[in-house]
Each structure stands twice: as C-alpha cells, then as structure tokens.
C-alpha cells in the first residue's frame, strides 16, 4: 500500500507562484515516478508533469512549460510542484499520483485526495 498525500493548495493573483508538496510511504513506494495531474470543473483529468524515481528525468506538459517544474527530495520523500507565472486557467484541483512514468492517469495505481488550486485575476 502506499500513500500520497499532497498539500499546499490555496488562493493566489495571476501572476503569482504557488508550490504543492506531495508526500509518499509505503512499502511500495520506492520505484515509483511520480506525477502531478488536475482537474478543472467539468473537464477531463489532464496531465501536467511527472519526475522519474531518481529526479533525473522530467516530462511536461506544453501548457505548463516553462512555469511549472517538478522536483523530488529523496531524503524527505517528498516530490514538488513549483508554480511560477500562474494564470486563471491554471485553477483546478491538483493531484498528485504515483506510478510509472507516463502521461496517462491510467498508468498510475496510487492517488493522493487532491489539493484546490485557484488563481484570480
């Protein structure tokens, strides 16, 4: 079993930064990639970028490069969203997701709650 956790979602101005955190244990844990998706009201789940296990290889997508990256503390087991130049369009929930490195949600088994995100203008 393993559990993801995310947290530090909250309210900020366009233009400004935000970073979630995402938190993982289990005895499955280690291996995984991990990756941050969102969800906007009435939308499909879209992905926004993964981190391989060791943080050497990262994917995003178009929409978020540039803005967004993705970082991973192994010491801390912990992997991060830092969100640079936020815009409106970027509200959503945020979760955040363990599994092997892809775009797809399906190729990932482990889920955290999700964390709101919303970006005024």
């Known amino acids: 079993q393993v559990l993801v956790v995310e947290s530090g979602g909250g309210l900020v101005q366009a233009g400004g930064s935000l970073r979630l955190s995402c938190a993982a244990s289990?005895?499955?844990?280690?291996?995984?990639?991990m990756a941050w998706f969102r969800q906007a009201p009435g939308k499909e789940r879209e992905f926004v970028g993964t981190?391989?296990?060791?943080?050497?290889?990262?994917d995003y997508a178009d929409s978020v490069k540039g803005r967004f990256t993705i970082s991973r503390d192994i010491a801390k087991i912990t992997v991060y969203l830092q969100m640079n130049s936020l815009k409106p369009e970027d509200t959503a929930v945020y979760y955040c997701?363990?599994?092997?490195?892809?775009?797809?949600?399906?190729?990932?088994?482990?889920w955290g709650q999700g964390t709101q995100v919303t970006v005024s203008s």
């Open positions: 997701a363990a599994g092997i490195f892809a775009r797809t949600p399906g190729e990932y088994a482990y």
């Open positions: 289990g005895r499955t844990f280690s291996g995984y990639a």
């Open positions: 981190i391989s296990w060791s943080g050497g290889y990262a």
